[in-house]
């Protein structure tokens, strides 16, 4: 028969739900609090902050092209986007910490080790992607766009279209250079093995591929620019999966080799 609680039980389990509610509001309170304050003194340099990020696209206009705004309220609200997006990121460790104080009660400790990690590296590598994307893709693909266009044609693009491009192409390589750690997580739960992941080799790359032409613009540079590096952060992760298996099974023979009784069976 299937045990009933009692109400005695059913309050302690509403209390424990209202108590755990009551904490998650807690910590998105904090952590839009931080965000908000980092966003004061970005919001102060928000033009500086937009010219940054203007600049890859800047630098191969030919002499005189600028940018345009298209709309009214574009000049004040697309600034502010790219403050509200800085903000977020400087704030992100914070956030980030705000989660694991959230959900480390419910973790056992070696998952506790391996989240911290995991988030570390993850976050680490995704300001990669956007680091790789802004100084490397983004001028590449300008030149490769302003280099084709026809003659007579003025280059100029609206800001806000700028600002949805530029976060498109960070999302992109952000979440690209995020494979070496989804990788390792499939092979470190048992869901694929190693050999299983050298095996479909052939169709990653084909896929890093479709991947390139789905997320990034129509152009063929943007799309070679994500799916080599996709395809060599997906061999990384198999390297590094490798290399943290081995290391168990390396320590699980040097304690057998030690152990009483395998001298025992040695004589």
């Not at 309220?73 to 959230?102: D, E, G």
């Not at 802004?134 to 766009?145: H, R």
């Not at 498109?168 to 992941?197: D, H, N, Y």
Request: charged share 10%.
């Amino acid at each position: 028969m299937q045990q009933q609680n009692t109400p005695h039980q059913q309050t302690d389990n509403d209390s424990s739900l209202i108590s755990h509610l009551l904490e998650l509001r807690a910590r998105l309170i904090r952590a839009l609090l931080v965000l908000f304050l980092g966003f004061i003194p970005c919001a102060l340099f928000a033009r500086e902050l937009y010219s940054l990020l203007a600049f890859p696209l800047l630098e191969k206009l030919p002499q005189g092209g600028q940018m345009i705004a298209t709309e009214v309220i574009t000049p004040f609200f697309v600034p502010m986007k790219v403050a509200l997006m800085v903000a977020f990121l400087i704030t992100l460790p914070h956030t980030l910490y705000q989660v694991w104080a959230f959900i480390a009660p419910g973790l056992y400790s070696h998952e506790k080790r391996l989240f911290l990690p995991l988030v570390f590296v993850s976050s680490l590598l995704f300001f990669i992607g956007m680091a790789f994307a802004y100084f490397a893709a983004l001028p590449l693909v300008f030149e490769f766009i302003v280099y084709f266009a026809p003659e007579g044609v003025a280059v100029m693009t609206d800001i806000g279209a700028y600002l949805n491009f530029v976060l498109t192409m960070f999302m992109a390589f952000g979440i690209t250079f995020e494979v070496p750690v989804f990788v390792l997580i499939l092979i470190r739960t048992g869901l694929v093995s190693i050999e299983k992941m050298k095996s479909i080799r052939r169709f990653v790359l084909v896929g890093a591929f479709v991947v390139g032409a789905i997320f990034t613009p129509p152009d063929i540079m943007s799309q070679i620019l994500l799916a080599i590096p996709l395809y060599l952060l997906y061999e990384l992760g198999i390297v590094i999966a490798a290399l943290l298996m081995k290391q168990p099974a390396q320590k699980a023979t040097t304690a057998r080799q030690h152990s009483p009784n395998s001298h025992e069976n040695n004589e």
